[in-house]
């Protein structure tokens, strides 16, 4: 606005002398009022293009940000009603950070430290034991003399030259680089996407700028690199970045060892972190003043830990706590088992679930249908989504359209009434920015969501059946993965990973045994996945071929014997089978053709 009336201005004041030149006595005006606005406007286009400058400027300056997390904690919107699986998350956690003061110093010291000729490290440790929050608390701990912060997903393209204007240090963490739950289980693809340009990019900026540190964090350090070396190589990666990586230093995390003191000072203190957080919350408010069992969580019947031992990790000492501070009940004198714990906090989720899609309608907003006949739609329709991974509004519309609750509706009626439903999942479980969590519905801690999903798929099978049907090939690797993880976690998920294999096996097989190569504990799904290869479901997949002896040899060099050897053994022995009945089918045609041969000779000599 201001460019263009200084543009006016600027034109006015030439205009006017022009007149005045050319037509003295028409305008006997005097010559300071065309040399006024001439020099009003110059001033002002000059003024305009150094406001647009700076402006320019500190755009690009924040332009990281669209790039890089912001680690600083964020408080809750006070009329909020947040997932109470916020509270576990690293960014939002009340609870105080203790216990890896010497980790942290390690990881500053390397960050800060200009003679170290390591600019990449691997933060290596299982689920729970605190690698993200222990990132997150080095990027705090840097301050505002440094650039650091999460990689958001798809932020790689300009990140260094974002991180070249704002002239500082930077660290980037690439928090689960190496297994994710909302994309593909297999790690190749993974890497190929994400980590390869991102150390190709970081290979290729120049000398002079600001020195770049790249944490990764990983559940197996020695597997990621393998991984990425060999895509690198493929990918035709240059030396120096081929040698940063194989010479990246590991920082490995182990739980911390508590014994009884430790562990009741740690509950305690995580406890009244949740309390006073639940209480500055509208979600503190509870209908009843007491938070019952799940549907799925009694003892009987909900899917139990394999571990012996309880409170293994921070993630869950916090986790009891969160139950503790919820149900408002003494501190048990014994730990709560992880079933128990897990059906408390899902019961306060389903309440918000349920909460949230009734008070969805308002003003031009209609309400969403069929909740008043079907009031656990909400948490189906959760499940459905986390179970495929839809992103996109119309392919998760397709999805829900499986779900009996669907069925009858004319198809206008049925398309629109789907894609209110995926709406309004999408907008509570999107995250903070599509950029951050791509619109992906994200339910809590893996292992607690593993546990709601093996809990809902045992107590309703055919759930799993409607919606297998029609998926793409990513898609059913993406359901394939998840399946292996919760069986990874729960044995009682592998009855629904051997279903799923075994509804079809050519396609189903593939998928799970590239998921299970994933995995630290492989041998807890090999006997599933190799059951459901070995017998598959009658009449499965019909219109299908039966694999071949190619497709068999195909599958079986995907199960790698060290990884599956059951699996693998099965589908040597099927290629076996499928390539001698090949072989005997192509005798039995060449005798035959032998034959026919000599009988047209016979009858035409």
Same mark, same amino acid.
């Given at each position: 606005?201001?460019?263009?009336?200084?543009?006016?201005?600027?034109?006015?004041?030439?205009?006017?002398?022009?007149?005045?030149?050319?037509?003295?006595?028409?305008?006997?005006?005097?010559?300071?009022?065309?040399?006024?606005?001439?020099?009003?406007?110059?001033?002002?286009?000059?003024?305009?293009?150094?406001?647009?400058?700076?402006?320019?400027? =500190?755009?690009? &300056?924040?332009?990281?940000?669209?790039? =890089?997390?912001?680690?600083?904690?964020?408080?809750?919107?006070?009329?909020?009603?947040?997932?109470?699986?916020?509270?576990?998350?690293?960014?939002?956690?009340?609870?105080?950070?203790?216990?890896?003061?010497?980790?942290?110093?390690?990881?500053?010291?390397?960050?800060?430290?200009?003679?170290?000729?390591?600019?990449?490290?691997?933060?290596?440790?299982?689920?729970?034991?605190?690698?993200?929050?222990?990132?997150?608390?080095?990027?705090?701990?840097?301050?505002?003399?440094?650039?650091?912060?999460?990689? &958001?997903?798809?932020?790689?393209?300009?990140?260094?030259?974002?991180?070249?204007?704002?002239?500082?240090?930077?660290?980037?963490?690439?928090?689960?680089?190496?297994?994710?739950?909302?994309?593909?289980?297999?790690?190749?693809?993974?890497?190929?996407?994400?980590?390869?340009?991102?150390?190709?990019?970081?290979?290729?900026?120049?000398?002079?700028? +600001?020195?770049?540190?790249?944490?990764?964090?990983?559940?197996?350090?020695?597997?990621?690199?393998?991984?990425?070396?060999?895509?690198?190589?493929?990918?035709?990666?240059?030396?120096?970045?081929?040698?940063? =990586?194989?010479?990246?230093?590991?920082?490995? =995390?182990?739980?911390?060892?508590?014994?009884?003191?430790? &562990?009741?000072?740690?509950?305690?203190?995580?406890?009244?972190?949740?309390?006073?957080?639940?209480?500055?919350?509208?979600?503190?408010?509870?209908?009843?003043?007491?938070?019952?069992?799940?549907?799925?969580?009694?003892?009987?019947?909900?899917?139990?830990?394999?571990? +012996?031992?309880?409170?293994?990790?921070?993630?869950?000492?916090?986790?009891?706590?969160?139950?503790?501070?919820?149900?408002?009940?003494?501190?048990?004198?014994?730990?709560?088992?992880?079933?128990?714990?897990?059906?408390?906090?899902?019961?306060?989720?389903?309440?918000?679930?349920?909460?949230?899609?009734?008070?969805?309608?308002?003003?031009?907003?209609?309400?969403?249908?069929?909740?008043?006949?079907?009031?656990?739609?909400?948490?189906?329709?959760?499940?459905?989504?986390?179970?495929?991974?839809?992103?996109?509004?119309?392919?998760?519309?397709?999805?829900?359209?499986?779900? +009996?609750?669907?069925?009858?509706?004319?198809?206008?009626?049925?398309?629109?009434?789907?894609?209110?439903?995926?709406?309004?999942?999408?907008?509570?479980?999107?995250?903070?920015?599509?950029?951050?969590?791509?619109?992906?519905?994200?339910?809590?801690?893996?292992?607690?969501?593993?546990?709601?999903?093996?809990?809902?798929?045992?107590?309703?099978?055919?759930?799993?059946?409607?919606?297998?049907?029609?998926?793409?090939?990513?898609?059913?690797?993406?359901?394939?993965?998840?399946?292996?993880?919760?069986?990874?976690?729960?044995?009682?998920?592998?009855?629904?990973?051997?279903?799923?294999?075994?509804?079809?096996?050519?396609?189903?097989?593939?998928?799970?045994?590239?998921?299970?190569?994933?995995?630290?504990?492989?041998?807890?799904?090999?006997?599933?996945?190799?059951?459901?290869?070995?017998?598959?479901?009658?009449?499965?997949?019909?219109?299908?071929?039966?694999?071949?002896?190619?497709?068999?040899?195909?599958?079986?060099?995907?199960?790698?014997?060290?990884?599956?050897?059951?699996?693998?053994?099965?589908?040597?022995?099927?290629?076996?089978?499928?390539?001698?009945?090949?072989?005997?089918?192509?005798?039995?045609?060449?005798?035959?053709?032998?034959?026919?041969?000599?009988?047209?000779?016979?009858?035409?000599?």
């Amino acid at each position: 606005m201001l460019r263009w009336a200084a543009t006016a201005c600027f034109v006015l004041g030439w205009l006017g002398l022009c007149a005045r030149m050319a037509w003295p006595r028409a305008w006997d005006g005097p010559w300071w009022q065309a040399a006024a606005l001439i020099g009003a406007g110059t001033a002002a286009l000059t003024g305009a293009e150094g406001t647009e400058r700076r402006i320019r400027r =500190l755009k690009r &300056l924040d332009a990281y940000r669209e790039l =890089l997390e912001d680690p600083a904690p964020r408080p809750a919107e006070p009329d909020a009603d947040p997932s109470v699986f916020r509270l576990l998350s690293p960014l939002h956690s009340p609870v105080p950070f203790r216990d890896r003061d010497d980790e942290l110093a390690r990881l500053r010291h390397w960050c800060e430290d200009e003679t170290d000729p390591h600019p990449i490290m691997l933060l290596a440790g299982d689920r729970g034991v605190g690698t993200s929050r222990l990132a997150l608390e080095l990027a705090r701990a840097l301050g505002d003399a440094w650039t650091a912060g999460r990689l &958001l997903r798809g932020g790689s393209g300009q990140l260094f030259r974002t991180l070249r204007d704002r002239g500082r240090p930077a660290l980037v963490v690439v928090d689960e680089a190496d297994q994710r739950s909302d994309v593909d289980s297999d790690l190749h693809s993974l890497v190929r996407a994400d980590v390869v340009p991102l150390l190709q990019e970081f290979g290729a900026r120049g000398h002079g700028t +600001p020195s770049v540190r790249l944490l990764f964090v990983v559940r197996h350090a020695e597997r990621f690199r393998a991984v990425v070396g060999e895509e690198l190589k493929y990918s035709r990666g240059t030396p120096d970045v081929l040698r940063l =990586l194989a010479d990246a230093p590991v920082l490995q =995390l182990a739980p911390p060892e508590f014994d009884r003191t430790d &562990l009741a000072e740690r509950h305690a203190e995580a406890m009244a972190a949740f309390t006073a957080a639940l209480a500055d919350t509208a979600s503190s408010r509870r209908a009843d003043g007491t938070e019952g069992p799940h549907a799925g969580a009694s003892r009987s019947g909900a899917p139990v830990r394999p571990e +012996p031992t309880s409170l293994r990790t921070p993630l869950d000492v916090h986790a009891q706590a969160l139950a503790t501070a919820l149900t408002g009940e003494p501190a048990p004198a014994l730990s709560r088992r992880f079933e128990d714990t897990a059906g408390v906090l899902f019961e306060r989720e389903r309440r918000r679930w349920l909460r949230s899609a009734a008070s969805s309608s308002g003003p031009g907003i209609p309400a969403l249908p069929q909740l008043s006949d079907h009031p656990d739609l909400p948490e189906r329709v959760m499940l459905a989504l986390l179970l495929t991974g839809h992103r996109e509004y119309i392919a998760a519309s397709h999805v829900l359209e499986r779900l +009996p609750e669907f069925a009858g509706p004319e198809e206008e009626r049925r398309r629109s009434a789907a894609h209110a439903w995926v709406t309004w999942a999408l907008a509570l479980h999107g995250g903070t920015r599509p950029a951050a969590r791509m619109a992906e519905p994200w339910i809590g801690p893996e292992t607690f969501t593993h546990w709601y999903l093996t809990t809902r798929l045992r107590a309703e099978p055919e759930l799993l059946d409607r919606l297998r049907a029609g998926l793409d090939a990513h898609r059913s690797e993406h359901l394939a993965g998840v399946l292996c993880r919760a069986c990874e976690d729960f044995p009682e998920a592998g009855e629904i990973l051997r279903r799923y294999v075994a509804s079809d096996p050519s396609a189903h097989g593939y998928d799970a045994v590239r998921g299970a190569r994933v995995l630290a504990c492989p041998e807890r799904v090999d006997p599933w996945i190799a059951e459901g290869l070995r017998d598959p479901e009658p009449g499965s997949r019909p219109g299908r071929r039966a694999p071949d002896s190619q497709d068999l040899y195909n599958l079986a060099c995907q199960a790698l014997p060290e990884v599956v050897p059951l699996s693998h053994g099965v589908l040597i022995r099927a290629y076996q089978r499928t390539r001698r009945a090949e072989e005997k089918r192509a005798r039995q045609r060449k005798r035959e053709l032998r034959r026919g041969e000599r009988g047209a000779r016979t009858r035409h000599p």
